[in-house]
């Protein structure tokens, strides 16, 4: 089945600074890639998504990279708020199994 | 109500108790899911229903019995859990199950076996 790995597990940036997390991905079936971001006492939420006949998208400070040959996949976000600080997870969507993988999740941690 | 919603947010229960954990989306989807998120683990898919019929159950012990009445309620049914199975349960809907989009999760409940 697919295997999703996700780093790093914890990711401490100041104020301002640019943040990424990287996701690896077995399948090259997979053809959908989300990231969610899940603050505390809440369940995740979607804040940026791509498809595999596409290598980047970018909405506001939130971007995300695809390299299908390599199989990864990168959050990034610019000028980090406090209120960036959460976990953020990755998934591929496996169209054969019909179904998302996750990864492990980051804690980004963003110091004001 | 908006989104997706689930009662109860916290419960804590014996082992052997019987409770029912339940979902509600109000976005018009017709696949709703069941993960368990467990400290320092990724996200697990416990089962998927689309149109009220279930599509995955991921070789999830029988003491956890889903029910899908209609395609806006799920339930979880629990009885004789074991401490290991203390959790976040998570509820997700998606437009359709087996394609490739958004999932919107509900809050969570968490779950605490004594």
């Known amino acids: 089945g697919e295997n999703v790995e996700q780093h790093p597990s914890t990711l401490s940036v100041q104020e301002g600074d640019s943040a990424v997390i990287k996701c690896t991905y077995s399948?090259?079936?997979?053809?959908?890639f989300p990231w969610y971001k899940q603050e505390l006492g809440k369940g995740p939420q979607l804040i940026i998504d791509?498809?595999?006949?596409?290598g980047e998208k970018k909405d506001q400070r939130i971007a995300v990279t695809l390299n299908k040959t390599a199989k990864h996949f990168s959050l990034h976000i610019t000028e980090t708020q406090p209120e960036d600080s959460a976990v953020y997870f990755c998934?591929?969507?496996?169209?054969?199994?019909?179904?998302?993988?996750f990864g492990d999740g980051t804690t980004l941690t963003v110091k004001p | 109500e908006t989104g997706v919603t689930q009662t109860p947010r916290h419960l804590v229960m014996g082992m052997t108790n019987k409770k029912s954990l339940k979902c509600e989306q109000h976005l018009g989807h017709n696949a709703m899911y069941w993960y368990k998120q467990s400290a320092k683990k990724p996200l697990e898919l416990m089962f998927v229903y689309n149109f009220k019929e279930q599509t995955e159950n991921n070789s999830v012990p029988s003491r956890f019995s889903p029910e899908c009445p209609n395609s806006s309620h799920l339930f979880l049914h629990l009885h004789t859990l074991q401490p290991e199975d203390s959790a976040l349960y998570l509820c997700?809907?998606?437009?359709?199950?087996?394609?490739?989009?958004?999932?919107?999760f509900g809050p969570g409940t968490r779950l605490t076996v004594l």
């Open positions: 997700a809907s998606s437009l359709l199950a087996g394609e490739g989009n958004e999932q919107f």
């Open positions: 998934a591929a969507y496996n169209p054969n199994a019909g179904k998302s993988t």
């Open positions: 399948d090259s079936a997979s053809n959908y």
């Open positions: 791509i498809r595999s006949n596409v």
